[in-house]
């Protein structure tokens, strides 16, 4: 099922072959989508228990420092100042913010103000009241990557912003409540837009999560919107990413002259929140909480 050869080493990472291990199961769990013509993921995606357990490791860190840019996060600080912060705990650490010269990307965290969707760059603008912000950090432990990101209220936001931000983590989380095993990844993103639908938000289709622990952006393409597409099958022991970006008004984006930084096009908000998750044989873990 996976194009591996009946005597080859099972991709479970049992040690046993294929044919006395997950074949029969995966031929019968599997073999509808297949004739349906969804994609069956490359064994490569399956990741073995030493993997994930790297991969852990690095959630571990960027959780940690996460919960230091909740106690730092407040009016009067600037994006270069969170950049400082994310830099040097992750070196510190022995570990590599990923997105620092990621294809150019200069600093080391992505900082997204109220328009700004995301990939913004740290700089010297100085967080101010009413202000919505995502910030987003990858970390690289061992080699392994873990990608997160939360949203933060400076002050006192408007009760349209507030909003905004708690419905796009309810779509986040929603996503992730529809990650199950032996089904399509497209139902994550039907579920999400459902939600924003019945909110009067849109679903930002430009950008989407990502397979991740090995690369940084791996298959499969997680889509936050609803499709009728024939997508990848979830299958235990894949890792990747939700991370919904919801607009207040139309999901059109513009990239500035900066070649990175997503903005809304009506000017509206934009809010994201972002998990990296594990595919269990139950269900889901999410591995950044
Ligand atoms: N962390 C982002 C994601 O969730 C990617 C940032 S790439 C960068 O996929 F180059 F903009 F940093
Ligand atoms: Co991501
Ligand atoms: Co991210």
Redesign the pocket.
Known sequence: MFKISRNEKCWCGSGKKYKTCHERSDEEKLGKYVSDGYIIPDKSLILNPEQIEGIRKSAKLSIKIMDEIDKFVKEGVTTEEINTLVHKMTTDAGAIP??LN??G?PKSV?TSINNVI??GIPDSTVLKDGDIMNV?I?TILNGYYS?M?RMYMIGNVSKEAKRLVEVTKECMFAGINAVKPYTPVGEIGNVINDIADREGYSVVRALSG?GVGLK??NDPIVEHFRTSQKTMIMVPGMVF?I?PMINQGTFDCEVLNDD?TVVTKDGKLSAQW?HTVLVTETGVEIITE
């Open positions: 990923a997105t990621y294809e990307f992505c995301c990939h987003d990858t990608d990101s990502h940084f952006h990413t991370e990175w972002e």
